[in-house]
């Protein structure tokens, strides 16, 4: 494993004080998997607080606050990172924090090493020996792509669950049944999960994965799915199979999210954009589980859900608030779910104005993230694909693009300064003819500054204010 060498240097000194330090957790992990480590923390054995403390004292300053869990940590070089102690840990009350921590510098490798969530997070790395310290075989299981619990004390924290979820869908595992069995053992304690741990790890999974629907298998295996009622309403939703070949709407919607991550412009893609449009896709059919019906349509019955696009929106925001998920978020997902069939609907093309009109409803979200949801909702239906669909979204990205809409939505161009340039008291009647304004703008009246002011020119002639009275609009005098 290559080290920056501000930390080989640290790891020395320490060696020389008498320890054994270790890297360990996802740092190994990562480097077995052929990624590049980001975060490097190290397991120090044989040493007490005080000695760590001594050994990495001329390297500068060591933040104390983590004295009672055994952790020291220093800045090398810029970066901070996490020496800590082997310890015990026993749980005393329920949730995630109800645990006492004992560190001991005395315990060995595969005692600390057991008190790690999964096997592919128990391993640990000797920088002088160059050798894996593997004492649960999470080594085979990470070749295997097998997720499985370190001991039977995974129980005593039931965000664990959780970390399996997304854990899952990053690295492409598969949980191991008996693992799931514990999982399923101790469902009745997600309500002792704080919801902003709870949304750490959704973030995590929104952001991070490579195969997403690895974690949505996590959640169902456990039952814990049922945690999440407008996610789990979706298993045994019918679809109709000439349209859905791939089955369900839960099946339909994993199928949409693997398709996402797999779109060309992803890998580039920063987590505030991704996090949207994970959820935007994860989201796009919950408006499906109150409209699935059985109606005739062309000749027979078949499974249709009419409307499912804005029922899907409160649905959005219960499930968003449910997960812990920023406020913000909501403004930017909802938008995606009610207008992810815009590419339907019985359009034959996409004029400028509709294009404007629908960047304007989006917004905070862009048409390139409508884009990106369309793609993946198409994508969801192995193996159907529909030539007319993929030339509708074509036509839509086109438009954006050519309109330089793909990114932002319009902008009002007139603004109460062209009001009160031609001559206008600022009032209450400024704000019907700024909405009119706008309105105009995106039925392509104008496109810039100029034409603005000349489309007021002209409404002001033809319909000049009233009479100036307290408050009114009028003309400056």
Not at 405 to 411: H, V
Request: glycine content about 8%.
């Amino acid at each position: 494993m290559i080290l920056p060498e501000p930390l080989q240097a640290a790891l020395r000194a320490v060696r020389a004080g008498g320890g054994r330090p270790r890297l360990v957790g996802g740092c190994v992990r990562d480097w077995l998997l052929g990624l590049e480590p980001k975060d490097f923390d190290i397991e120090v054995f044989g040493l007490d607080f005080e000695a760590l403390g001594r050994a990495l004292a001329p390297f500068g300053p060591t933040d104390l606050v983590g004295r009672s869990f055994g952790v020291l940590k220093v800045r090398l070089a810029g970066t901070e990172y996490d020496f800590s102690l082997p310890r015990r840990e026993s749980k005393t009350a329920a949730g995630h924090r109800g645990f006492a921590v004992a560190p001991d510098p005395a315990l060995d490798e595969a005692a600390a090493a057991a008190r790690r969530d999964f096997t592919i997070n128990a391993l640990a790395y000797d920088p002088f020996a160059a050798r894996v310290v593997d004492p649960h075989g999470g080594e085979r299981d990470l070749r295997n792509k097998l997720l499985r619990h370190t001991s039977a004390a995974f129980v005593e924290d039931p965000l664990r669950v959780l970390r399996g979820f997304q854990l899952a869908a990053r690295f492409d595992l598969t949980l191991a049944p008996e693992t799931a069995a514990l999982c399923r053992s101790i469902a009745g304690t997600f309500h002792e999960l704080p919801v902003e741990r709870i949304w750490g790890e959704w973030d995590k999974w929104a952001t991070k994965a490579t195969v997403p629907s690895r974690g949505l298998a996590v959640l169902e295996a456990t039952g814990w799915l049922a945690h999440f009622p407008e996610l789990a309403a979706l298993r045994g939703l019918p679809q109709e199979s000439e349209w859905h070949p791939e089955g369900d709407v839960l099946t339909h919607t994993a199928h949409c999210l693997d398709a996402l991550v797999r779109q060309e412009i992803w890998p580039a893609t920063g987590s505030p954009t991704r996090r949207v449009r994970m959820l935007g896709v994860l989201a796009h059919d919950f408006g499906k589980a109150t409209t699935t019906q059985q109606a005739e349509r062309r000749g027979r019955l078949r499974w249709l859900s009419p409307g499912h696009e804005p029922a899907g929106g409160p649905l959005t925001e219960s499930f968003l608030h449910r997960i812990g998920a920023p406020h913000d978020l909501a403004g930017q997902v909802v938008p995606l779910v009610v207008h992810h069939l815009a590419h339907q609907h019985g359009r034959t093309e996409f004029t400028d104005t509709s294009v404007r009109r629908l960047a304007r409803k989006l917004a905070p979200a862009t048409l390139e993230d409508l884009v990106a949801v369309m793609l993946a909702d198409h994508h969801g239906r192995p193996p159907l694909l529909a030539a007319e669909t993929a030339a509708r979204i074509a036509q839509l990205q086109q438009a954006a693009q050519r309109l330089v809409l793909q990114r932002a939505a319009p902008k009002p161009i007139l603004l109460g300064r062209h009001l009160i340039g031609a001559g206008l008291k600022p009032g209450p009647a400024f704000q019907p003819i700024l909405h009119a304004a706008f309105e105009a703008q995106l039925d392509g009246a104008f496109a810039d500054e100029a034409g603005a002011v000349a489309w007021l020119q002209r409404r002001l002639s033809a319909d000049p204010p009233a009479a100036a009275g307290p408050g009114d609009l009028s003309r400056n005098t």
